[in-house]
């Protein structure tokens, strides 16, 4: 599986950006999806995630209520709706496939077998 994000960009405080990942190679209803984001001088860190099912999704502490991750998989494309973005929202975002990721291992890159090139999301104050 082939993806890339889309969607970065430079947006103010209290704004919004809707992120894409495409996919391509095979489709990706077989798969777990995951976002994750990387700042400059930090660790990756999971963002959100949604299961093969649609049915669950699992965000991290510092998104909850503002992200909403979605799928179509008629598309072959995940999204990551972000709202009222912050300061520390900005990092690089990074979508990924995962054919055996579990709830339990959804927060984990190590449980993901591919990824796409990042999309730069910066948020100024």
């Known amino acids: 599986v082939q993806l890339q994000a889309s969607g970065g960009g430079l947006v103010q405080a209290g704004g919004s950006l809707r992120l894409s990942c495409s996919a391509s190679?095979?489709?990706?209803?077989?798969?777990?999806m995951g976002w994750f984001r990387q700042a400059p001088g930090k660790e990756r860190e999971f963002v959100a995630g949604?299961?093969?099912?649609?049915?669950?999704?699992v965000y991290a502490d510092s998104v909850k209520g503002r992200f909403t991750i979605s799928r179509d998989n008629a598309k072959n494309t995940v999204y990551l709706q972000m709202n009222s973005l912050k300061p520390e929202d900005t990092a690089v975002y990074s979508c990924?496939?995962?054919?055996?990721?579990?709830?339990?291992?959804?927060?984990?890159?190590?449980?993901?077998?591919?990824w796409g090139q990042g999309t730069q999301v910066t948020v100024s104050s």
């Open positions: 990924a496939a995962g054919g055996g990721v579990i709830i339990t291992t959804m927060r984990s890159s190590s449980a993901y077998d591919y």
């Open positions: 190679g095979r489709t990706i209803s077989k798969y777990s």
């Open positions: 949604i299961r093969r099912s649609e049915t669950i999704e």
